[in-house]
């Protein structure tokens, strides 16, 4: 596509159920970063996938997050057992290669209630 | 180590007044120097960026350059207008590295009263 697409845009959950994040990448791009913004806070680095390199998760705040990413595509994080301070939006990035800039999709506004 | 610091905000403005948002770095190895611009509910997008020291980086009148010495990387517009409130972030990327991680300052919000 012509841009990083994320779904859904919206998700509110229960706190306790797991939820998924979608993101669909430049074609092209084989890097793909995800990032978490909590309301008027900055940016919090979750997890990097560089080609069929193994993925750089220094950034998964728990054992409850995790991601993948199919075929050097698509990638899905997973959020398990969902708690209220998971509540932020949740924004995937990709890059063409190292050093060049990333291409930011809408984010997805995860609220556990 | 590699971060990015960013002055803290909000700041607040009067149209047609100069800007400037400071951020500097430190990093390991060579890195490229970027800001985003966040506006009201959109997704981060590129403003300007720089790949080299000395580099100056511009986009619809933002201004910064990439000083080495001094590791910082100003943002500066010297009329800023209503349009342009929005939270803006630094960020660097370094290589030579396997792995192109961004790093992120904590953002600062601009608000550019008529």
């Known amino acids: 596509g012509a841009g990083v697409s994320q779904s859904p845009s919206n998700k509110v959950t229960e706190k306790g159920k797991d939820v998924e994040l979608r993101c669909d990448p430049i074609?092209?791009?084989?890097?793909l970063y995800w990032y978490r913004q909590s309301l008027g806070q900055g940016l919090e680095f979750l997890i990097y996938?560089?080609?069929?390199?193994?993925?750089?998760k220094s950034g998964l705040p728990s054992d409850r997050f995790s991601a993948e990413r199919t075929g050097g595509s698509v990638s899905t994080l997973t959020i398990q057992r969902t708690q209220q301070e998971d509540s932020a939006v949740y924004l995937c990035?990709?890059?063409?290669?190292?050093?060049?800039?990333?291409?930011f999709g809408q984010g997805t506004r995860l609220t556990v209630v | 180590g590699n971060s990015v610091t960013q002055m803290e905000g909000p700041v607040t403005l009067s149209e047609e007044a100069f800007l400037t948002i400071n951020c500097t770095y430190t990093?390991?190895?060579?890195?490229?120097l970027f800001w985003y611009v966040q506006y009201p509910g959109e997704g981060l997008q590129l403003l300007l960026k720089?790949?080299?020291?000395?580099d100056k980086g511009s986009n619809k009148g933002f201004e910064a350059t990439y000083r080495k010495e001094t590791t910082s990387f100003h943002l500066e517009k010297g009329s800023v207008q209503v349009s342009d409130s929005a939270v803006y972030f630094c960020a660097l990327s370094v290589t030579p590295t396997n792995f192109n991680k961004f790093y992120f300052g904590s953002g600062t919000k601009l608000n550019v009263k008529p």
């Open positions: 996938f560089q080609g069929n390199s193994a993925p750089d």
């Open positions: 990093a390991t190895g060579y890195p490229s």
């Open positions: 720089a790949t080299k020291a000395d």
């Open positions: 074609s092209g791009h084989t890097a």
């Open positions: 990035a990709s890059s063409f290669r190292a050093n060049t800039e990333a291409f």
